[in-house]
């Protein structure tokens, strides 16, 4: 009797795992997916993005008109010193890793949870791109796993090059202003191959306040985060210590 508890228990576990694995296939089957295809964004510039749309959204709520302002421009167009001085601001890594710097995360992780908020992020400009054109600003879980996801999807089907042109196209730079030619018109009224080192600065330095930070005004955030970007672009001496000197003196 007891041989026979004993085999009914063990065919109850098998069951049990079995049917626990195949609901774990079939989720996982259905998330890969309903993830979306990009291989498309190799030779086709995105119309509009989900980030987009949900400002547009937010704006209906409120009965605000809302208009995207947005104009393309090569990559070649955009200034190297400014693809620069974005690296180093958003992702100074972006060149090396595949998608995800885990250092940076996990460094962003630990200052979370000791600050017990969202006190620092750790998304590189591919995860940024993944969530713009993709993805709502929840910070769930399951919208993580697929921001990562998605991540991957565009390293392993575009270039880095691509992936930088792109996400400079596409990230919001003021209220409907998305991607620097637009945010260099906006701010400066001048295209983005025009811009001075200070300008460079200043336009990169709203790239993590948009709405509330205008790279034309006079701000003292914008003057701190300006000059920390000069420092950094004096470090890495991709400008000279003349070039800084030069400059530094607007953000006093």
């Known amino acids: 009797m007891r041989k026979i508890i004993i085999i009914q228990r063990i065919w109850q576990a098998k069951y ?23 291989t498309y964004l190799v030779k086709v510039n995105p119309s509009t993005t989900a980030f987009m749309e949900l400002r547009k959204a937010q704006a209906d709520t ?21 693809k620069k001085a974005v690296r180093i601001t958003e992702d100074s890594s972006f060149y090396d890793h595949k998608g995800v710097d885990w250092f940076e995360l996990k460094e962003s992780i630990k200052r979370n949870i000791k600050a017990r908020r969202f006190a620092r992020g750790g998304s590189t400009i591919s995860q940024q791109l993944a969530k713009n054109l993709y993805l709502s600003t929840d910070k769930s879980l399951f919208r993580k796993f697929r921001e990562l996801f998605i991540t991957y999807r565009l390293e392993r089907a575009l270039s880095k090059d691509r992936i930088f042109h792109i996400y400079l ?41 948009p709405l509330t930070v205008s ?23 991709y400008i000279t210590v003349e070039q800084y000197n030069d400059v530094i003196g607007e953000f006093k």
């Open 16 to 38: 049990i795992a079995s049917t626990l694995a195949c609901v774990v296939a079939i989720s996982t089957l259905w998330f890969y997916f309903s993830l979306p295809d990009v």
């Open 62 to 82: 409120r009965n605000n008109q809302y208009k995207v302002k947005q104009t393309w421009v090569n990559f070649e167009s955009i200034p190297p010193l400014f």
């Open 215 to 237: 790279a034309a005004t006079e701000n003292s955030w914008l003057k701190w985060k300006s000059k920390w970007i000069l420092n950094k672009l004096k470090i890495y001496k």
């Open 169 to 209: 196209n596409v990230i919001e730079f003021g209220p409907g202003i998305f991607g620097v030619q637009a945010a260099s018109r906006h701010h400066f009224n001048k295209d983005i191959d025009n811009l001075n080192l200070a300008e460079i600065a200043r336009l990169t330095a709203v790239i993590p306040r």
